[in-house]
């Protein structure tokens, strides 16, 4: 049961929903605690196959609730201060390590830590009003923090990256497309729908070979080497391929029948 988070369940699929739509889902000390909570537990969660992030009412989440904060994010000492910057940033490091595939439906405001939700979740779909920013340069601080400094340039070359955290302009959903910063541009209305369907579209492949597959994405983005990627690939084939799944993969492509994959 969470305050901040609503949290459906639909077969593997599970959507987790900012519910903080009064404030554009602006992440309170409450919903910081609470999201930490959601991804500590994806590690050891079987059921969950994939996961929807999305946020509730006009945005997607519009970065730390300064008006609870008082402008102020620490009691005021160094020590309290990094406790409550590792409590925000380790969401996006909770994000990367899950092993479920996290889908990001973003419409509206993506602001702050908003925007590195959304750029540590595993693809991006956005919906036509969505405008997103680093806006931490906006308000006094670097605009590197919560993991932006690490996605951005990695989705979209360093000199978009460079553009948008020094200046702290917002990007619209027309140039995310462009950039590759999201993978495709909805209607707001279609958004949900569209996110269902590339879930959809993962889920049917084996539960092994999307967590493997995530794993090796995320090893091979900073890998020293092609060696190294290859060798990670070649554990990863050699692996899934002694599952029950594998067998039922090829018997169901060779009788042209959609896959029944039970391992977990």
Avoid: W
Wanted: charged share 25%; with cysteine; hydrophobic share 45%.
């Amino acid at each position: 049961m969470y305050e901040t988070l609503r949290v459906e369940r639909d077969g593997n699929l599970t959507h987790l929903i900012l519910n903080r739509p009064d404030s554009l889902n602006a992440m309170s000390r409450t919903l910081i605690r609470e999201l930490g909570d959601f991804f500590h537990a994806l590690h050891d969660d079987r059921d969950t196959r994939v996961v929807i992030l999305r946020g509730a009412g006009r945005a997607f989440c519009a970065g730390l609730d300064l008006k609870e904060q008082g402008g102020d994010v620490s009691d005021g000492s160094i020590q309290g201060g990094l406790r409550g910057q590792r409590q925000v940033s380790e969401l996006v490091m909770l994000m990367r390590r899950a092993p479920q595939p996290i889908i990001a439906a973003v419409h509206g405001a993506a602001c702050g830590g908003g925007f590195a939700l959304a750029l540590a979740a595993d693809v991006r779909i956005a919906g036509e009003s969505a405008r997103m920013n680093a806006a931490f340069i906006r308000i006094g601080l670097s605009a590197c923090d919560v993991g932006v400094s690490y996605f951005l340039p990695r989705l979209v070359g360093a000199s978009i990256a460079s553009e948008l955290l020094l200046t702290g302009n917002f990007i619209d959903a027309a140039r995310a497309e462009r950039t590759g910063l999201v993978s495709r541009v909805v209607p707001d209305a279609e958004l949900d729908a569209a996110a269902r369907a590339m879930a959809d579209d993962m889920l049917r492949n084996s539960p092994l070979g999307l967590r493997l597959t995530k794993e090796c994405l995320k090893l091979s983005i900073d890998a020293p080497s092609l060696e190294a990627a290859v060798a990670m690939e070649d554990r990863n084939q050699i692996l899934a391929a002694q599952t029950a799944d594998f067998r039922e993969g090829v018997v169901a492509f060779l009788q042209k029948r959609p896959a029944k994959y039970g391992d977990r």
